[in-house]
């Protein structure tokens, strides 16, 4: 039984930074993309950045460019999102994401991903 369990969420000012982590079980975790989205309540929720198995390709939304790093440790099975410069808008439940695919790549397409964890809430206040 595949198992993702999120941390590192909480209150912070804008301009700070988080970061979040991931931690997977249940299945070889270096053979999958991994993927992290956010929903606020009354949207969608969107992805916000995605690697691939190897860690060689990475996806960002536009709106956390330049602002968002996602890694991932193989050896641990953690996939993290460092998140800096945080703004007002980046206030959300972010959840990690494990792809159904074998050897993917960093997809942003949520029906790629079939394993989700419980969420953690982000909150910047300005």
């Known amino acids: 039984q595949v198992q993702l369990v999120e941390s590192g969420g909480g209150l912070v000012q804008a301009g700070g930074s988080l970061r979040l982590s991931c931690a997977a079980s249940?299945?070889?975790?270096?053979?999958?993309?991994m993927g992290w989205f956010r929903q606020t309540p009354g949207k969608e929720r969107e992805s916000v950045a995605a690697?691939?198995?190897?860690?060689?390709?990475?996806y960002y939304a536009d709106s956390v460019k330049g602002r968002f790093t996602i890694s991932r440790d193989n050896a641990k099975n953690k996939v993290y999102l460092q998140m800096n410069s945080l703004k007002p808008e980046d206030t959300a439940v972010y959840y990690c994401?494990?792809?159904?695919?074998?050897?993917?790549?960093?997809?942003?397409?949520?029906?790629?991903?079939?394993?989700w964890g419980q969420g953690t809430q982000v909150t910047v206040s300005s």
């Open positions: 249940g299945r070889t975790f270096s053979r999958y993309a």
């Open positions: 994401a494990g792809s159904r695919i074998e050897y993917g790549s960093s997809s942003s397409w949520m029906s790629e991903y079939d394993y």
């Open positions: 690697i691939s198995w190897s860690g060689g390709s990475t």
